[in-house]
């Protein structure tokens, strides 16, 4: 068990919606980072968060936002929807800004029918 | 950006041998992770290595961050079931954001 824990773990929805995916960092970690992994692309980053601002974004679509709280929780927002948003999102904790090891969640798997 | 290539894509080994894999990189890193990630769960971490040359253990686990920085390697001796799954490589170049640039995978399969 890593400590940073996603809800919900399965989600299934279909195209033109819009969920909402939640990260809680292990305790302590002030970064979280989200990421895709689809079976074609590999792990994708998306976007990172430190102490509540965006600290750097990859390759996320304008369809996608994301946010952390001042709790530091973190929530990912998919909006309108494709097919080919079917995935599992990770996201990812460090303790620090000094630190690189990254700490996974479980994830959650988004199907789009 | 940068381009990880990690092979082999997949293994199939007898319980009892040693397995070696390796990334190669275009581009330097200042960091090597090397994660494990078992079917429906999340990556795990199973080394960082911080220091051209180094060489880390972790139980049956060896990893060793190339001269070159362009590439790292693991081994796993004496494998056992629980060692199947996908192991990923993943680089970092230290700058104001700490993005991970993971590699393809490779899938090791033990056979009993």
């Known amino acids: 068990d890593s400590g940073v824990t996603q809800t919900p773990k399965h989600l299934i929805t279909a195209t033109g919606q819009r969920v909402t995916l939640r990260c809680s960092p292990r305790s302590g970690d002030l970064s979280v980072y989200w990421y895709q992994q689809s079976l074609d692309q590999g792990l994708q980053f998306l976007i990172q968060y430190y102490n509540g601002e965006e600290r750097a974004k990859g390759n996320i679509l304008e369809r996608f936002s994301a946010q952390q709280f001042p709790d530091l929780h973190s929530e990912l927002n998919l909006s309108s929807l494709e097919l080919g948003d079917s995935a599992l999102y990770f996201c990812?904790?460090?303790?620090?800004?000094?630190?690189?090891?990254?700490?996974f969640g479980p994830g959650t798997r988004l199907t789009v029918t | 950006g940068q381009q990880l290539n990690q092979s082999p894509q997949s293994m199939f080994i007898q319980e009892g041998e040693d397995v070696s894999m390796n990334c190669t990189s275009s581009?330097?890193?200042?960091?090597w992770l090397w994660y494990k990630q078992d079917p429906g769960e999340g990556p795990v971490l199973l080394i960082a290595?911080?220091?051209?040359?180094e060489l880390t253990s972790n139980g049956r686990l060896t990893a060793q961050f190339g001269i070159t920085r362009k590439d790292s390697f693991l081994n796993i001796s004496a494998s056992i079931p629980s060692d199947v799954g996908i192991y990923f490589c993943?680089?970092?170049?230290?700058?104001?954001?700490?993005?991970?640039?993971f590699g393809s995978g490779t899938q090791l399969t033990v056979l009993p």
């Open positions: 290595l911080y220091k051209a040359g």
């Open positions: 581009s330097i890193f200042n960091t």
């Open positions: 990812a904790s460090t303790p620090g800004s000094l630190s690189y090891e990254q700490y």
């Open positions: 993943a680089g970092l170049v230290t700058g104001s954001a700490r993005q991970l640039t």
